[in-house]
């Protein structure tokens, strides 16, 4: 429980304190006493808030709140009343999808990713209702991924066996052409880790795949999606290569490609692949150029889980 006495003339300060604790998900038990979950992360949030507000000359209390027997904490965090709305805009777009051009359905779809990841922020209580919002919205992302991007690997069920990597050494991978993120990133992968002889060729259709090719991420293809894994993390589970830096990695590239728990570095680096992807209209070059981007983090990666 945060008490507040806010700075009367400070405005900025006063709005950076309100602000801070909307974007926590704050309950407001009343004016100027706020509530959040006892969890170490927010414990930290809190404290910082108290602290910018006392430099700034308003009074700030943190203190442990243990609910009586008639009060229901729990309550003040139920957000389904928000899932249920982001649940309506869901069926509203999956009923107006066929009239809806490319770029207006992607862009519907990236707004309601955004709203679900901002509302699962703050949801420090999930329940039956982020796991509903979850799932339709997973189920109407997959469809406009199949639209968008025809020829996306659908996910087989079952496990992923392990693969002894001298029968993998200088192969021709193949995948299909113009990569994006699991693409690019399990090509990196392969080079660096698997096989470092690796030829990579570009398929302008999957079907065509030769048949002594060793082919990833496409319906068929010897290492694709399998449960909710990406071809990226079923490559790391198939040549025992899960390592935390590679297994940080595996989380970024699931993010950019099927959707899921937020990852700091993602929005950078799904910025800097698309600018390459629309500059290099080779794909040998696009895939040197976004190899130096893995490498990079990977490397930043394995130092931090060394440090």
Known sequence: ???????????????????????????????????????????????????????????????????????????????????????????????????????????????????????????????????????ALGELLAGIRRRLQPGEPQASEGEVPLRPRSAYQGRTWATRQRPWVDRLASAWLIRRFIDPQARLLWLADARQCPPQAVGFDFDGAEFSHVGARVTFEVLLAAFDLPTPALRRLGALVHRLDAGGAPVPEADGVERVLSGMRDALPDDDQLFLAAAGVFEGLWTAFDKEANA
């Not at 910082?48 to 209390?61: K, P, Q, Y």
């Not at 009586?68 to 309550?75: K, L, N």
């Open 1 to 135: 429980m945060l008490i507040l006495s806010l700075p009367t003339r400070n405005a900025a300060a006063r709005m950076r304190a309100w602000r801070a604790l909307k974007a926590l998900g704050a309950a407001v038990l009343r004016d100027g006493v706020y509530l959040l979950p006892d969890q170490p992360a927010l414990q930290r949030a809190l404290a910082a808030i108290a602290a910018d507000v006392r430099e700034h000359d308003g009074s700030a209390l943190l203190l442990g709140a243990v609910p009586g027997p008639d009060d229901d904490f729990p309550a003040l965090f139920d957000r389904s009343a928000e899932y249920a709305a982001l649940l309506a805009e869901v069926a509203e777009v999956r009923a107006a999808q066929a009239a809806l051009d490319d770029e207006a359905l992607g862009a519907r779809a990236a707004e309601l990713q955004r709203r679900f990841d901002a509302l699962q922020a703050i949801d420090h209580l999930p329940g039956e209702a982020s796991r509903q919002g979850a799932a």
